[in-house]
C-alpha cells in the first residue's frame, strides 16, 4: 500500500495561496491521489482526485509531478474557513483483489490561516 | 437529500455496555463505512461494505461488529464497552466501485466510555 507524508502543519496568510504538499513516492501506477479537508470536529470532506493530470474544481487544484512521486493541494486564495486539517491519500486496491474505496487517512497538515 | 446521517450524535457508556451507532444514507451507494479518530489522530477504518449482506474488516475490528441488511443502513455494534473505544464515529458512503469516487461522510457520533 502506497503510503503518505504531509507535515505536520503549516500556516498561511488570508488572500494568499496555500500550498500543500505531499509525499507518495511508493505509489502504484494505478493508484490515484485523492485530498479530503477536516474542519474541527466535522467529517471528512472530498477536495480533489487525480491520476497523472493536474486537475482544478471550484475548490482547489492538484498539481501532480510527472514522477506521480508527490502532489500538491493548491487553495488559490485562502479564507479563514479553509482552517482544516487536510489529508493527502492514496487509494489501496481492496481484499480479494476487488478494488473499492478503502481509503486510508495519516495525521494529515493541520492548515491555519491566519487574518 | 440528507446525505449520511448518523445517531446519536453523543453518548456516554459505562465499561461493560454496549450500543448501536446508527448510519444511514439515502444516496443509494453500495460502499459504506466505518471509522474512528482518536484525539489528535487521523481516521482509522473499523468496518466497511460493499453492498447489502457483504461487510468485511478494516484497520481496527477488534470491539466492534457490523451488519448491512439494507443498502441504506450500516450500524455499528460495540458489545462491551472499553475506554479504549472513546473515540469520534464516523460513517462515510460512496458509489458503485469506480475507484474515483469519492466519499461521504457523516457528521459523527462522540462517544465515551467511563
Known amino acids: 500500500d502506497a503510503k503518505t507524508t504531509q507535515p505536520t502543519s503549516m500556516d498561511c496568510a488570508e488572500g494568499r495561496a496555500a500550498n500543500l504538499p505531499c509525499n507518495h513516492s511508493t505509489i502504484s501506477g494505478n493508484e490515484y491521489v485523492y485530498w479530503y479537508r477536516q474542519i474541527h470536529s466535522q467529517g471528512p470532506q472530498y477536495i480533489i482526485h487525480?491520476?497523472?493530470n493536474n486537475e482544478t474544481n471550484e475548490m482547489a487544484s492538484l498539481i501532480i509531478t510527472e514522477d506521480r512521486k508527490s502532489s500538491t493541494l493548491i487553495l488559490p486564495h485562502a479564507t479563514l474557513r479553509d482552517t482544516a486539517v487536510y489529508y493527502c491519500?492514496?487509494?489501496?486496491?481492496?481484499?480479494?483483489?476487488?478494488?473499492?474505496?478503502?481509503?486510508?487517512f495519516g495525521p494529515g497538515t493541520s492548515l491555519s490561516v491566519i487574518p | 437529500n440528507a446525505g449520511v446521517t448518523q445517531t446519536p450524535k453523543f453518548r456516554i457508556l459505562k465499561i461493560g455496555q454496549s450500543m448501536t451507532l446508527q448510519c444511514t444514507q439515502d444516496m443509494n451507494h453500495n460502499y459504506m463505512y466505518w471509522y474512528r479518530q482518536d484525539p489528535g489522530m487521523g481516521l482509522k477504518l473499523i468496518y466497511y461494505s460493499v453492498g447489502a449482506g457483504i461487510t468485511d474488516k478494516g484497520e481496527v475490528p477488534n470491539g466492534y461488529n457490523v451488519s448491512r441488511s439494507t443498502t441504506e443502513d450500516f450500524p455499528l455494534r460495540l458489545e462491551l464497552a472499553a475506554p479504549s473505544q472513546t473515540s469520534v464515529y464516523f460513517c462515510?458512503?460512496?458509489?458503485?466501485?469506480?475507484?474515483?469516487?469519492?466519499?461521504?461522510f457523516g457528521p459523527g457520533t462522540r462517544l465515551t466510555v467511563l
Open positions: 487525480g491520476l497523472k
Open positions: 491519500i492514496v487509494r489501496v486496491a481492496g481484499a480479494r483483489g476487488t478494488s473499492y474505496d478503502k481509503v486510508i
Open positions: 462515510a458512503s460512496s458509489g458503485r466501485g469506480r475507484i474515483y469516487n469519492e466519499q461521504f
